[in-house]
Each structure stands twice: as structure tokens, then as C-alpha cells.
């Protein structure tokens, strides 16, 4: 499993670190086990300790996103989408090989 999360996490760790790590995890696995064992029977669900409620706000748009202009500011945008480098290589991950520069879509609010 480890080594699984490792590869997944584009990680490289000592046998130290791995240990601690597989440590920690044991740890919360069993805090979990801990609470799935817990009788809830007749314990109804509680979503917030306190019985008060928040206002919420319309929502609506406050203000125009000037996305051009944005995108003018950025090192690198075509097509409405901002190119930024890629973060994790795809050998490190297992992942099919991606083109080097990704896109974030941007979304202009209506």
C-alpha cells in the first residue's frame, strides 16, 4: 500500500520516512475502525452542534471579471484558457505521457 500511495503521490522516501508514514496510517485506520465500531443506534444525525443559523446573501454577481485583460497579464493564454507547466510527470505517476504545457479553462461569470 505504501508504495502504491508513494507512486500515486510522485513521492520518494527513505525507509525511515517510509516506516513513519506506514506508522501514521495504521494509526488513523484504526481510529476509524474505532468509530465504525461505535453503537449509533437511536443516535440521530447532527450536522452542526449549535441550533443557530446563518443568514445567507442573494447571489448574484458583484462585480465583472475582465477576463481579456486577465488574460493579458498572464505569461501564457490561448484560446480563453491559461497554459501553465506541467507539475507531476506522468512516468512518476503511471499515467499516460500529457502534452508538456496543461490548460485551465476559465469560466466568465454570467
Same mark, same amino acid.
Given at each position: ?37 461505535? %453503537?449509533? $443506534?437511536?443516535?440521530?444525525? #447532527? ?8 443568514? &445567507?446573501? /442573494?447571489?448574484? =454577481?458583484?462585480?465583472?471579471? %475582465?477576463? $481579456?485583460?486577465?488574460?493579458? #497579464? ?8 491559461? &497554459?501553465? /507547466?506541467?507539475? =507531476? ?22
Amino acid at each position: 500500500m505504501i508504495d502504491k500511495l508513494m507512486r500515486l503521490a510522485a513521492l520518494k522516501l527513505e525507509a525511515d520516512e517510509r516506516r513513519m508514514l506506514k506508522d501514521n496510517l495504521d494509526r488513523i485506520v484504526a481510529l476509524i475502525d474505532a468509530m465504525q465500531s461505535a %453503537d449509533t $443506534d437511536g443516535v440521530e444525525p #447532527l450536522d452542526h452542534p449549535l441550533d443557530g443559523v446563518q443568514p &445567507l446573501r /442573494p447571489d448574484r =454577481v458583484t462585480e465583472d471579471v %475582465d477576463r $481579456d485583460r486577465f488574460q493579458g #497579464l498572464a505569461p501564457a493564454a490561448r484560446d480563453g484558457l491559461y &497554459l501553465v /507547466p506541467r507539475v =507531476v510527470d506522468a512516468a512518476a505517476t503511471g499515467a499516460s505521457a500529457n502534452p508538456p504545457i496543461a490548460a485551465a479553462r476559465t469560466g466568465k461569470r454570467a
